[in-house]
């Protein structure tokens, strides 16, 4: 049986632990200050809409920054995209965190924010390969999954406490700060490694991205697993609706935090059971057995169970949904090192997309059939996507293994 993955290795490498310190910082920085917007533009604007969509200018830009942004970790040496996406990001968080700034201001500042933090993620993500190897990567890659849960868990329960405290012009400054500590950590403790492609292999923006599609397409079984890493968008609905879903249960708002949280929580559990004792090969296999499962527990939310019940299936489902540090696993290594961020960047967009999509057909939905009903639908159809494409991955990871032997 080959040697199944360790934290501990991960941990041993000074690179690795400068790289999961500078997006430990950053994931608590943003949720603090995706708090912090909230409050800070609703006190000032009493507007519920203006609120919420600050809130999705924290994520929506990422989604042209992954896609379209995303070739310039390959094009130019990837520690450097990140010291400058760093550097723009703490720049334009000093302005939100003015007092008196005006909300426009905040509202571009905060897409600006999100707009190169999908080039930082892909540089990050390209890079990590070239840090750890074989089972370390995975295991690095499963930490970094635990840590961005851990961070998101952390501000559901204990984000508005924090801005309670320390006000939200402090709390954005903090958020500013963890951006500089973050470009520190890189700058002194990764070493430079010049771009991956030449300078006569530099395509344009649009050419990048479309080559990168057609990695994705040309490889056996990575358009199956984009399926598959596509379902996000169906099992994050439990997150977007539950300030509705705890009305539905009868519940105060005091829930609205282990609602949204419940399937973080599980994510973080199912991450290391997936990566700490499963072999690498059952990993491959147990993909889309995994993605079928994370569906299948939201459709028992059809039965309208209590609240309790309902945030065990939550719980599982974010258990089963560990499939995905596999999936980003193969991806970035079975894409070429001189293509891999953009490659990286497109599957990033693709979640978002469809995370996007997912939480607003939501929202629809529960309007018309309730909140427990629209997530058992969302987990229903999960299932009858996840079922094809497991197979299709199945059979290209069944070839591959014939051919390796």
Known sequence: MAQRSGFRSAFGVGEFRALWAAEALSQIGDQLARVALSVL??????SAVLAALTLALSFTPSFLGSALLSGLADRYPRREVMIVCDLISASLVIVMSISGMPIAIVCLAMAGVALVGGPFKSARL?????????????????????????????????GGIVVALINPYLA??????????????????????????QISQRRTFWASTVHGARIIAGIPGLRALYVLTMLAGFYIGPEGLAA????????????VGLLMGAPAAGLIIGTWLYTKLISPELRLQLIGPLATMAGL????????????TSLMFLLLSGVFTAYQVQIGATFATSAPADSRAQVMGLLNSGVLTAQGLGVLLAGFLAEEIGVAHTVAVAGAIGVVIALP???TWSRATAARETAAG
């Open 41 to 46: 533009v609703y006190a000032r604007t009493n």
């Open 126 to 158: 390209a890079l990590l390969p070239e840090v750890l190897s074989g089972e370390t990567y995975v295991a690095g890659l499963a930490v970094r999954s635990i840590t961005i849960q851990t961070a998101q868990l952390l501000g559901f329960l204990l």
């Open 244 to 255: 509705p879903w705890a009305a539905e249960l009868g519940e105060s708002t005091k829930v």
């Open 172 to 197: 954005l400054a903090v958020d500013a700060l963890t951006f500089l500590v973050s470009a520190a950590l890189v700058r002194l403790f990764v070493p430079y490694r010049p771009a991956p492609q």
């Open 297 to 308: 527990m939201l459709i028992f939310c059809a039965f309208e169970p209590g609240l309790w």
């Open 389 to 391: 494409a497991a197979a």
